[in-house]
């Protein structure tokens, strides 16, 4: 089978693996139809990511059909569309007998930590898989994970109606992160570098837009808010200074969600926290939430179609990568086709 393999940083190939031969009792083998890519795949190939181990096949975006189950399997049957949640956890940790098996102390994301999707056969845990209609092209279906980290992000941030969301950042999480706000009843406002990046944010449900520019955040902010400021702020820039300024503009009380890996250090004060009673949350991957995004797309609540930019045959990846450091303006999310 043909897999987008990174053998060492800078260098991806198109290789000629092993199919998987068979699953174990509560595994499922699938053959994959699309996958998107993401920032992160692009940090395994340029050598960027700290998590990131070489040989590997990436991918952690994708979707396909059922080709085969193992007798102990009950969720899906073969020929069945489904999603891949990427998160593997243990099952016995604290953070697992918490129920917040996202933050596993062994937590593995296929793609990063172990083979990912990026090929066209894969064998995974059957409680990985969800079942989708197959009325949702695959291309789309492949958006269910980055709209998963979306949701993950609202439920941390317990953003509801009444709320004025603050997004910073209008990437494929920016643009998930804000069709889940609105469709839990908040307003939006979101920022970006480029123009064309807040076009497609205003198609998507933005309320209100900034283009930043030298110090304009915080006038154009409280211009578009009577001067309240936003109830929380969403920081998918995740520099060191994106960090602080999520801090400075968050209204008296307000929510930050931090949803960073960076180990650089934002400059903040004790007093930033504690003189607005600031509740600041972190958000990792996400936690079941694939049951409610593959729902909300199955009810036509979501426009991944909004997010998937190109689609380019699994062969032409290393292109597909090219385009995406390039062409930042026009690219949003970029699909391959298994
Ligand atoms: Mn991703």
Redesign the pocket.
């Given at each position: 089978m043909k897999a987008v393999q990174i053998v060492k940083p800078q260098q991806m190939i198109l290789a000629e693996l092993p199919e998987p031969q068979g699953c174990g009792a509560h595994e499922v083998k699938i053959r994959v139809k699309a996958a998107?890519i993401?920032?992160?795949?692009i940090q395994i190939y340029r050598g960027t990511n700290p998590f990131a181990v070489y040989p590997r096949v990436i991918g952690?975006?994708f979707c396909g059909v059922v080709e085969e189950t193992g007798e102990a399997v009950t969720r899906v049957s073969k020929g069945d569309h489904v999603a891949i949640d990427p998160v593997v956890s243990c099952g016995n940790c604290r953070a697992c007998r918490s129920g917040r098996h996202n933050v596993c102390e062994k937590l593995e994301v296929i793609g990063v930590h172990r083979d990912g999707g990026f090929c066209d056969y894969i064998v995974l845990p059957e409680k990985n898989v969800y079942r989708a209609d197959p009325s949702i092209p695959f291309d789309l279906l492949a958006t269910a994970?980055?709209f998963s980290?979306g949701a993950q992000i609202c439920w941390r941030g317990q953003v509801s109606q009444g709320d004025t969301v603050l997004i910073m950042g209008c990437g494929?999480?920016g643009l998930c992160t804000l069709q889940i706000a609105r469709l839990r009843g908040a307003r939006v406002i979101i920022t970006d570098l480029l123009e064309e990046r807040l076009e497609r944010a205003r198609d998507c449900g933005a309320e209100g837009t900034i283009l930043i520019s030298g110090g304009n955040l915080e006038p154009e902010l409280d211009r578009l808010t009577d001067g309240e400021g936003p109830t929380v702020v969403i920081d998918t820039v995740c520099s060191p200074s994106s960090l602080e300024q999520a801090f400075r503009v968050s209204r008296p009380a307000g929510r930050v969600v931090v949803i960073g890996l960076t180990e650089k250090t934002s400059q903040i004060a004790q007093v930033d926290f504690t003189k607005k009673e600031l509740t600041v949350t972190g958000s990792r991957l996400n936690r079941h939430q694939f049951g409610d995004v593959i729902r909300w797309m199955e009810e036509g609540k979501l426009c991944p179609e909004k997010l998937r930019s190109h689609v380019f045959p699994a062969q032409d990846a290393e292109k597909a990568f090219q385009l995406i450091q390039e062409r930042p303006q026009e690219v949003c999310k970029v699909v391959l086709a298994f």
């Open positions: 998107g993401c920032g992160s795949d952690h975006e994970e980055p980290i494929p999480i």
